[in-house]
């Protein structure tokens, strides 16, 4: 099944042989590379001119009674694909169906040109080939990447840097902020605010601290629909390349985060919160202020970091104990409530 | 007191007896039908004109130093009210109110007539008797259902539709949606956009997976402020007739949710989360990806919920347990900790 | 090192017998009191004509190695400063340093005018010296006080009314909301919308209860970016003065805070929750309905609040209990998962 044409548009077809080549795997002998796929899709929803995946043993009855011209799994379920499906067996499933995909079904163009309703500062440097919408607001000494799309509404500040390629979606808003190429903010997306800085007085009132700081991005970052990334107070607050902030994250001011981290929605690190490379955060974890987490770690869905993680340790659970631990505590705790009378008064 | 004016239009007048018909109530013998009441308002802040309500015993006291000309209430407490006030009696006060005091508050309906800066495809479809605000932008093909409102700065991508009597509030973006009747997105809600998919590859890089699915919002659906509504992946992600997220609430990609349910602020579903039908998901409660949760069930706030939950269960706690055992393991615990050693050292 | 000067203007030089007057801090014996100070930066960032601060004895280290013209510290530090840098004692640094650095780099002044793409209705009142961004929309009858700002796309509502230097930014959204003077609300902040007010009727729909109050925020109030604050359904949601919220805030209708409260990045107040004054919440903590949090009190990031806490008490954990006796449960906690059998079994 093609996806609703009046939202997207129609798929790029390849022959089999070449999309193979794209997802890197390998053709079975006798495969008809020629074949035209046009389309890629999950294995319940393909058509018989689609590609599909499987990645799990769960999804192997799905496989069974597929349509799809063709299926990326590993070897050890090549066998169970149905005779009209072509198995093109790969590492790595998933990452091959994204690339067939996106090869299938190629991100939109930008459509350059520059809406008559876009107020553009008269100094900013607007690339080759920007598409932007209407109402767009881009500030004095702005300057956006060729290439790049600024969708209808989204306010850019004075002095920004966006390099080639980059999406600012509708209703995002960027202020002191550097980014390099590729970077996609997602609608809504607030990025360069001041970040939460004060101090109280005696008389029960606040003095903000200013916050002299930017934004700094590195390349092909995204930031998520909603999601807050506040400037630094003094340094800045840094997003490594490629690392990724699902929707209504919040992000304080003077974090920084390795290359490629995944952040995902509702999660919140406080100001000075540190990330190595190729860290996870799973949904509505928070990791305390001044707190490190090292490279490859990984924290649970509603942990609470309080406390510095050692690269490549798993950490679950509000307080983050290592995540065998947390498993253990709790299924202790459920043995202790399961219990007839509670070990307390047993002792 | 009636509502400050200058926000909220006069209220609409209503004799008693069709006040009590419109709530389901019984108009007591003897009591003046005719009376006029001219608004609606809590027991504390009802004046002599104005409808109240109780439903519970802890406000009994306010019902007794009321100067409301009726109040709304079950007929244990009927008894408690001051002899200026008529009680009209009913099962569910609450809802009765709610009647009650819209028929006395009706929402403000739109005034038809598109402002002159909104920018709206030429062949977008907008229907009788719709407003369309102040640089509100409505994208191709896009159709807006008779007597709809779209506010100030709201952005309709190509391709969505919206049944009749809808209300799109100011700067909420919408895209890749099909929506039905009288379906309300409050200000700054993000719908449509891009879910949070891809595949790691070994250079340390993502790629993206094309989302190509849509969202499916059933009739009288209601999207919160600032909450987010990401796009099927492949399929579609859809919210049930009537289903009400609260503001700053998290939908991923494929989420489907049933009819009726209530998803408080602050709640994140991950995506594939399923929901039955008549769900209650309290504040800051989290759903794991591809878990379902049944008819009727009911997450407590800020729980976590990890594994399927049967229809009609209570669950509670991170993770989310049956609620009777994690308040059994929670007393435990708190018993655990005020005993004078622990019981670990005790064995 | 000064700010990037593509974001930040030119700081505003003083001698170092003012600044240390503005800072409540005390010119050491010897010191040039004529010495130009021309910003302000952490220790590590501090350049030659700079003046920084140390709060903690952790930061010993940047102090002995800082370049700046003078630190504000506790006088048990004076001697750890470097040779060439003054030290300037005080008992609270930090504050110190928010005075010093606010007159050094003072908020960017309005720049008087009204853009001319903005909608603002005929009969709003803007204040002298106003300034009004693109695309901004103000709605009837509503009053902006004199020196205001309004950014870019801020759409206000009929009928509201700010103070006197007042800040609402990028893409923020105000209805039904009274505001007193230098309130401030961050890019995307959603002040006035609708409550989640509803009664579920026996067919399954959801009859809404008309939200007829309104937000009343008192003097130098502020709202994060993405935060959300709904009106009252009868009575008045009320932020009271200097209440700050972090962003992606959520406050639900009828909440009432006191003075100086600060509400962390993420927190959720249910509707009616109640707030004393200067109470403390960290980040993605949520309190029940109609719970009362006490003047004084502070609760730990991601806890729940399910009842009243009283004053000037400090809570932790979800449930939220007296902070010693949460830190005392898991660590007991951690001792049981860490013996080497469950105490269920041993008893």
Redesign the interface.
Known sequence: MP??P???PAPRPLPLARLAEVAGAALPEGADGARIVAG???LH?AGEGEVSFLDSRRFLDALKATKAAAVLLRPEHAAAAPPGTVALTVA?P??A???A??A??P?PAPRPGI?P?A?IAPDAVIGEGCEI???A?IGA?AEIGAGSVV???A?I???CVFGEGCRI???A?V??TLAGRGVRL???A?VG??G?G????PD???????Q???VILGD?VEV???A?V?RG???DTVLGA?T?L???V?V?HNVETG??C?I???V?L?GSARLG??VTLA??A?V?GHVTVGSGARVG??S?V?ADVPPKTDVVG??A?PAR??L????????????P???????
């Open positions: 996806p609703d009046r939202f997207h890629a899709a999950p929803m790595d998933h990452l169906f994204a690339r995909a996106s299938l079904h991100p809406h309703t107020v919408g209407p109402y607001v000494g969708e209808a509404h306010v500040g004075p002095g979606m509708a209703h808003s202020s002191h997602h609608p809504g607030r605010q001041e939460f004060f101090a109280p007085a029960g009132s606040f003095v903000s601290v200013p002299l700081g930017r092909f998520g629909a909603n807050c506040d107070s003094g340094r490629g990724r699902d929707n209504l919040q304080g290359r490629g995944v995902v929605a509702q919140g406080a490379d190729f949904g509505q928070g305390a869905a509603q609470g309080m509000s307080p104990w631990l947390t253990k505590a709790f299924a202790r705790l459920k043995a202790i409530a399961e219990a009378a509670a070990p307390a008064r047993q002792g």
